[in-house]
């Protein structure tokens, strides 16, 4: 199929960027989005234009990488995907397909589609760990845990810290993203020692890094590529509201 493109060309952070449009050729429906992308790039060498630089490492949905908003939405048009696992047979020959970054003040453009989520590392390394003793690993049945909390916990866990989140909300909230961290922790027995303090400081951190608050709209959910719940959000005020209780 051929496809016009409309993708976003900066070349820094303080560049003011503008959409670069480009007539794609030979595109494979069978091709993922980031194959089509590394096929325009070819296309664009051949022709003496500088490639357009955007961010991947597994290609399968498990790094978190792929950040591009696709025709106005986070990760593309189809629910529970990453850009990656987005295939080019949803889209139609002759389409205009527009890509842009993800766009948020937290997450500045590095360049073209290429942003930097590193607001995100500071948030996960305020709290985003449990203290263990070194030595040998337990046996896995020595710390009971209940089958609803471990699932719970797990659905949690299954947050890839890709910002589609962020990029969907309109307050530019990570609330989705840090509520998926903290109640992965909060449900279980191994989470409990740093319990308070984790989401006390991943909670200012968040807000340090300049994200906004969360207003419910639940656009954050609906763009999630690992469908996490807005419970987690619930979860991780309700842990906020009780360990600044007893703080004081
Ligand atoms: S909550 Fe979902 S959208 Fe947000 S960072 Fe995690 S996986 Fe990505
Ligand atoms: S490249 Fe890893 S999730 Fe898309």
Redesign the pocket.
Known sequence: MNLKLRIWRQKNANDTGGFFEFEATDISEDMSFLEMMDVVNQQLVKKDIDVIEFDHDCREGIC?MCSMVINGA??GPQRGVTTCQLHMRSFKDGDTITIEPFRAKSFPVVKDLKVDRSA?DRIQEAGGYISVDTGNAPDAHSIPVGKAEADRSFMAA?????????A?CQNSS?M??T??KVAQYALLPQGQPEREKRVLNMVRTMDDMGFGNCTNTGA??M??????SLE?IALMNREFLKASTSER
């Open positions: 978190g986070a990760h995100f299954a947050c890839i810290g890709c910002g589609a989140c962020v969907a990570a989705l993203f509520g998926a954050c959910e763009a999630c590529p690992k469908e996490i987690n």
